[in-house]
């Protein structure tokens, strides 16, 4: 088991009116799965994402990555599991608009010391995601499909054992958003485990397992 | 930046800063204002202490008498090296000395020089009695272990020339016998020699045109040293009582006076400029603040961005600190350059406009000065951004990307 969410919840407080974001969810997820997370906007997929991607708390519920419940974790070894064990692509821009390319995508390996060349990975993972001759450019210089794949590239740096992805081919064409399904379908096949909000049904439709969302809760899952 | 494929943490820093020039442009600039404040305000203050301090030392008289309504002219000459001439009869120095209280008199000669050619302008000629006086002997005596020949002289300082070159006064040449070490006082601008010579520098003064010719038997001043368990205020009083205060024609100046007078005026000016650093560093801390809260106010997204690929919060404290660190040791480091370079060239124009005696902080002091107004500028940065760093380690990762937006 990768990754295991038991009876999770988040409430918020919006103009004094207490909010369920998530309520009382529960998933897991195995090596080598591909599961989508569908649902309007609004329904909580994104607040749920974050919560199993150890980067918001949830009010209530736990959460084991491998094994080891977020709760026990501190800052230091929670951020550690991101940096090597989880891949994570957010919603929107998330290229950090003062460094390369390349620059980007060896983000994680400089942010915790660690052996290894990253530069010859992440020349790969360009290549794979079909902007290597994009690697000494400035994101300004970028479209916003071509941001995507920086963002996916980079995700895949510490080749992590589970993949969260929010909408990552929200700006992407059809010939980009098929060619990074298929790049995450075989990642899946190798045995990573990819979570992944989307709003396109036909990207959806690679998937293992659909997880439908309304109103905090997960009503449906199969295919 | 030169594009770098490999970064280290420390690069991200650096990036950052060097991606967004005008922004840090600005803040360096904020931040070396203060710190030229600060190192510029230290060294004029110190340099103006050092030189009262050195005015004290070299003064040697308890105190002096000059002719009524020259106490100012006199104080001229010992602070600002500002040429006067002035007479008085010399039977005050027999009268003085009988006073009670008094352990020592000497008499003093000053004759100003309408020109000459070691200066652009008219300086200040000393005649004093070698065998008597006690204020100018003894420091001379380190310089010239004998005594003054009629036309010798020991100049000061910042009197141009060198022993064994001579100077011209009213057509007549006199040798230069020592110079003397630099005070920081008048007397840099100042030239010494026996009181014989002076009185023949005073007979050509009247032949060379000088308006107040001296009667025969004149002096200028007769400096004063009190009995021990004498105070220079109560000796004071009982010549002032002696010799009817304000009708005798003389005046009776405590040369504490002349020192409280300047540390009155370096008083007041420590503690504007300290006022003033002061407030700019609490200024700059609070524009720095403000201006570090909406700069990492608009980057939330790029730090959480950082949290979620596996920065944890102290890493990226550390980078927020890296930026305002390297910000304000730029700032700090041009601003002590700036001071300095303006300074230390302009000493001589900052001691006439402050009117107070001034000696330029030795090399030691210097280098003491620019690395404690550095240590407080690298400061300001980090301290700047403490606050908002706090804030935004209080929220969850996914939280300060929300903050930042989506």
Request: charged fraction near 20%; aromatic fraction near 8%.
């Amino acid at each position: 088991m990768i990754l295991e969410a038991r009876e999770i919840r988040k409430e918020y407080k919006r103009g004094g009116t207490l909010l369920q974001a998530v309520d009382d969810v529960s998933l897991e997820l195995t090596e080598g799965e591909f599961v989508c997370l569908v649902g309007r906007s609004g329904s909580g997929k994104s607040t749920l994402l974050n919560i199993l991607a150890g980067l918001l708390s949830p009010t209530s519920g736990s959460v084991s990555f491998e094994g080891r419940n977020y709760t026990e974790m501190d800052d230091e070894a929670l951020s550690l599991l991101r940096n090597t064990r989880l891949g994570y692509i957010m919603q929107g821009h998330s290229v950090l608009p003062n460094f390369t390319v390349l620059q980007n995508v060896i983000l994680p390996h400089v942010l915790f010391k660690r052996g290894g060349e990253p530069a010859e990975r992440a020349a790969e993972l360009l290549e794979d995601v079909g902007i290597r001759h994009l690697s000494s450019q400035y994101p300004h210089e970028l479209s916003g499909g071509e941001l995507r794949r920086v963002a996916i590239a980079r995700a895949l740096l510490s080749a992590p054992s589970l993949l969260i992805a929010d909408e990552p081919t929200g700006d992407l064409d059809d010939e980009t958003t098929a060619d990074i399904m298929d790049l995450f379908a075989g990642l899946a096949e190798k045995g990573t485990a990819v979570l992944m909000v989307t709003h396109d049904t036909e990207a959806a439709s690679r998937s293992h397992r659909i997880l439908t969302m309304k109103a905090g809760r997960i009503v449906k899952a199969g295919l | 930046m030169k594009y770098r494929p490999y970064l280290s943490f420390s690069d991200l820093a650096l990036c950052n800063l060097q991606r967004r020039p005008f922004r840090t442009a600005g803040l360096v600039i904020l931040v070396a204002l203060m710190s030229f404040v600060l190192f510029g305000g230290s060294l004029i203050t110190y340099s103006l202490f050092s030189g009262t301090d050195a005015l004290a030392k070299r003064l040697g008289a308890d105190i002096l008498i000059v002719p009524q309504g020259y106490d100012n002219k006199v104080e001229g000459i010992l602070l600002r090296g500002e040429p006067s001439t002035f007479y008085m009869s010399d039977e005050w120095l027999s009268k003085i000395a009988e006073v009670d209280g008094v352990r020592a008199v000497s008499p003093q000669l000053f004759v100003a020089s309408l020109n000459a050619d070691c200066c652009a302008m008219p300086i200040q000629l000393i005649g004093f009695e070698q065998s008597t006086d006690f204020v100018i002997e003894p420091w001379i005596k380190t310089v010239l272990p004998g005594s003054l020949a009629d036309e010798e002289i020991v100049v000061g300082g910042a009197i141009s020339g060198k022993v064994g070159d001579t100077l011209k006064f009213f057509d007549r040449d006199y040798r230069i016998a020592a110079k003397m070490e630099k005070t920081g006082t008048g007397f840099d601008a100042s030239i010494f020699m026996n009181i014989a010579a002076a009185e023949m520098a005073a007979a050509d003064y009247e032949t060379a045109g000088g308006a107040y010719p001296p009667p025969e038997g004149s002096i200028s001043s007769v400096v004063v040293m009190v009995e021990d368990g004498f105070t220079a205020n109560e000796v004071t009083r009982q010549i002032n009582s002696d010799f009817h205060y304000g009708k005798s024609g003389i005046v009776v100046v405590p040369a504490k006076t002349i020192i409280n007078n300047v540390s009155g005026s370096l008083r007041v000016l420590v503690i504007f400029i300290a006022a003033l650093a002061g407030l700019l560093w609490i200024l700059a801390v609070l524009v720095l603040a403000v201006v570090f809260s909406v700069m990492l106010n608009e980057r939330k997204r790029e730090f959480g961005i950082l949290r979620s690929l596996g920065a944890t919060r102290r890493r990226v404290s550390s980078l927020i600190f890296i930026e305002s660190g390297v910000i304000s040791a730029a700032g700090g480091m041009a601003g002590i350059f700036l001071a300095a370079l303006l300074i230390i060239p302009f000493r001589n124009y900052i001691r006439d406009l402050v009117e107070i005696p001034y000696i330029q902080a030795s090399a030691a002091w210097f280098a003491a000065m620019a690395f404690g107004c550095l240590l407080i500028s690298f400061a300001v940065g980090p301290l700047a951004s403490l606050f908002s760093v706090k804030r935004m380690n209080k929220n969850d990762a996914y939280t300060v990307i929300r903050e930042g937006g989506l």
